[in-house]
């Protein structure tokens, strides 16, 4: 009898200290939390524990991106991207960043390749429109980028960046008034616009008079 009830004790207590496997939504939750306090580095400590802990989605990997893209962790983050596009390949959130990172690398090509593969999934995304725009004007590429900027306007006319855009190419093209005109627009359309952009339009209103 003393040998059984010793059994059961040691299993009793094996059962009670028993390992729970880790949840890959608390990890997810808290690289979320640290997303948002702009704890970069941390997000990606908790979506990479997240994946070991089974997280297999293309959420996981898309937040991932996101976390590296904010410190310019540019290969991982295209790394991450690709990921989730091959869980996903019509997740709208990795073809638009995706094509970002390879625009922050300077790949121009690519990002192109990419906004307008978001475009194809959602032709109306006043955003994908403004990107675009935004990589042809670094290809010099003038018409093709106006016509980008009138459609994000048109899409969301409260939208400020594509008025900043207009500016830019207005500038390049020498027609000064209607860059000032654009630069104007921007700055009364937000907030919220980026400050740096900001600064730069007012000193662009100051070249440009």
Do not use: W
Request: glycine share 10%.
């Amino acid at each position: 009898m003393r040998k059984l009830l010793f059994l059961a004790v040691i299993l009793t207590i094996a059962v009670g200290c028993a390992s729970h496997p880790p949840d890959p939504a608390k990890f997810m939750e808290e690289g979320k939390a640290k997303m948002d306090a702009g704890d970069f580095q941390g997000a990606i400590r908790a979506f990479e524990e997240a994946i070991k802990a089974g997280a297999s989605g293309p959420e996981v990997y898309f937040l991932l991106g996101n976390a590296h893209l904010q410190i310019g962790q540019i290969e991982p983050a295209i790394e991450a991207y690709n990921k989730a596009l091959s869980l996903d390949p019509g997740h709208l959130g990795a073809l638009t960043n995706l094509g970002t990172a390879y625009y922050t690398k300077g790949e121009l090509e690519e990002a192109i390749r990419y906004y307008r593969k978001g475009l194809e999934i959602k032709p109306d995304d006043p955003e994908l429109h403004y990107l675009l725009g935004a990589a042809y004007i670094q290809k010099g590429l003038l018409d093709e980028a106006l016509k980008e900027m009138e459609e994000a306007i048109r899409l969301k006319p409260s939208f400020p960046e594509p008025y900043f855009g207009l500016g830019v190419i207005y500038k390049l093209r020498g027609e000064k008034e209607k860059a000032v005109e654009a630069f104007e627009q921007f700055l009364k359309a937000g907030p919220p616009q980026d400050p740096r952009a900001v600064e730069e339009a007012k000193k662009m209103i100051e070249e440009l008079r």
